[in-house]
């Protein structure tokens, strides 16, 4: 299953995550958001005033939490009277108060109209952190002093949520997520990349010192660009590093999860305030530049306030004094406005791929980055896959047989197994539901059949064996009744078997006699194989590419063992070869090539 990790601002990759959604489902990948949380404006910063500057800002915490739940609350959400319609239109609610008696008397009446549709105990949860935010003692009605001087306006009411969540967790914003996560029943997958609460300041050109967030989103100065931002703790400059103050006995780390990251995308957004002081992290860059996973910067479609003045150049520019952008590709719309629509200062991939009102549209987006991602851009020729752990595994749960069911209707193209003719006849008789007919080829592909006629040809008489072989084996005691021909003599298989390794050496001895055009393969779960040692899956695939007239750059293979394992040498052909670890990676590629 693939790892995608997000780095995100608080509402920059919505059109990311969307449009994984809308191609891919929500089930058959891991997705990771990272953030900061240094946001300090508005009813954000009230709240970090309220708790005397001990906690994060929540705003893009709550925001990603939004954004999934939408997602993951899809169907239910289609109901405006359902439990998860009512919580998210109080999630999303922003009052106008006029001082703290007040909101808090439209915050009660609002939980109370909200029993009905979310239960009584779920209101009281939530009725708990309001007044844990408005009251130092909410039964002698003790008001907290912090709320002094408060501006109650346009306010966020789930900010109060988050922000007393993480209060009572010892300050920890992070903790409060995973307690809000449980709440609203989605994946704790949205991290914040440290929780040290830190405030955000930036320097212009000339020295001026931006002393507030909210300002460097709304600098608008190409005269006086920003030059950089600035994280401090208690007054004291200060650099964090990734994963500082986590309690990682608690939640996963980002280390963690970027080091197993397949993908990793950098979503576009405000990048002063929300996306560099993620990237600005100690520890971070060598972290990028270990990973192995595929790397995009989606690139915004117009200047933000905060860079007013600068090319989408200049913006990779800056991003590579905390990330390495050579190992990058950049996202590009080529409906963006002048100077963001193309990037020469490394590599990109681009398209006209502009939504509603001047953002991303999420499936062109997505589709254009997972093309690039799966190296099929543009590629017409003919796929052929391997069967089982690629399109179809038949050891699976039930969630897995239920993906690769539909694995076995999305593709197009040939099938290339090692598996028996019995075993992937089978699969298509019981599985494959579409009218199009479908070459199968299977015992390492020297047996061919149809999906729409079951008899079979040899596709070589090439590798076939001297049938003295089987009746050898046979006579080796733990081999006896468990020889079976099949590939049209190119393959013996002996199972099922337990100790295999000592079974191998057993078989090997008997391969000894022949001079030693055969040898022994441990095979499947419970057998092994005997064929000629220049027959395999590679061999099979230029026969197969031959009866079809096919070309080596017109091919594609796509399988679960193409870097270690049966199909590891079919790259040699020069043929592309797509890996792809199980059913659910299978599925994505699919919907990719669907697209």
Not at 34 to 53: E, H, L, M, P, W
Not at 178 to 205: C, E, G, Q, W
Not at 297 to 312: C, F, P, Q, R, S
Not at 423 to 444: E, N, Q, T
Request: net charge negative.
């Amino acid at each position: 299953m693939y790892n995608i990790v997000i780095f995100s601002g608080g509402t920059g990759s919505i059109a990311i995550q969307e449009g994984f959604s809308a191609i891919y489902g929500n089930e058959n990948y891991n997705l990771d958001v990272i953030i900061n949380a240094y946001d300090n404006g508005k009813s954000t910063g009230t709240c970090r005033q309220v708790f005397d500057g001990r906690i994060l800002g929540p705003s893009d915490l709550r925001k990603n939490h939004m954004t999934q739940f939408r997602i993951q609350k899809a169907a239910a959400l289609k109901d405006p009277s359902s439990r998860e319609s009512v919580l998210f239109r109080l999630f999303s609610l922003r009052i106008d108060a006029e001082c703290k008696e007040d909101y808090y008397g439209k915050a009660c009446g609002l939980l109370e109209k909200c029993e009905a549709a979310i239960g009584a105990e779920d209101v009281c949860c939530l009725r708990g952190l309001l007044d844990y935010f408005f009251f130092e003692d909410v039964h002698d009605g003790i008001w907290r002093k912090t709320l002094k001087g408060a501006d109650f306006q346009d306010f966020s009411l789930a900010n109060i949520f988050y922000s007393s969540s993480a209060a009572m967790n010892g300050y920890s914003l992070r903790l409060a997520g995973k307690d809000m996560a449980k709440f609203l029943d989605i994946r704790d997958n949205v991290h914040l990349i440290s929780d040290v609460n830190l405030y955000l300041k930036a320097r212009t050109n000339s020295g001026y010192v931006i002393e507030d967030e909210g300002m460097i989103v709304k600098w608008d100065n190409p005269g006086d660009k920003i030059a950089s931002v600035m994280l401090f703790w208690d007054g004291v400059e200060y650099i964090p590093s990734v994963d500082e103050g986590t309690d990682l006995a608690r939640v996963r780390s980002c280390k963690s999860i970027i080091e197993g990251a397949d993908l990793i995308i950098f979503s576009s957004g405000t990048q002063w305030s929300s996306l560099i002081p993620s990237y600005m992290h100690s520890g971070l860059r060598r972290m990028l530049a270990a990973s192995k996973a595929r790397k995009y910067v989606v690139m915004n479609n117009i200047e933000d306030d905060d860079m007013k003045g600068l090319t989408a150049d200049d913006i990779v520019d800056i991003l590579s004094q905390n990330i390495p952008v050579d190992d990058i590709t950049a996202v590009v719309n080529l409906d963006a406005v002048p100077g963001m629509n193309q990037v020469t200062r490394i590599r990109s991939i681009s398209g006209h791929i502009s939504g509603e009102k001047g953002k991303h549209n999420p499936v062109k987006l997505v589709g254009l980055l997972m093309k690039d991602y799966f190296h099929v851009t543009g590629f017409l020729g003919t796929y052929i896959y391997d069967l089982d752990g690629t399109l179809w595994d038949e050891r699976a749960n039930s969630r897995g047989k239920a993906v690769g069911t539909e694995n076995m209707n999305l593709f197009h193209g040939m099938v290339h197994s090692g598996n028996s003719y019995e075993h992937v006849r089978d699969a298509f008789r019981y599985l494959y539901h579409k009218d199009a007919v479908v070459d199968i080829y299977s015992d390492f592909g020297n047996i061919h059949f149809t999906s729409g006629d079951y008899r079979t040809d040899v596709l070589s008489q090439k590798y076939v064996m001297d049938p003295v072989v089987a009746d050898e084996l046979e006579k080796v005691p733990a081999f006896k009744g468990k020889v079976k021909i099949r590939g049209g003599g190119c393959v013996i298989t002996i199972k099922p078997l337990v100790n295999r390794e000592a079974c191998l050496r057993k078989a090997q001895a008997v391969l000894e006699v022949f001079g030693g055009p055969y040898e022994a393969r441990i095979s499947g779960h419970t057998s092994i194989d005997i064929m000629a040692k220049a027959y395999d899956k590679k061999a099979m695939l230029l026969e197969i590419m031959k009866k079809h007239g096919l070309k080596t750059e017109d091919v594609a293979f796509v399988g679960n063992e193409t870097e270690a394992g049966a199909e590891a040498n079919i790259r040699e052909t020069g043929v592309r070869t797509l890996q792809v670890d199980d059913v659910y990676e299978c599925n994505v590629l699919l919907k990719t090539l669907n697209l």
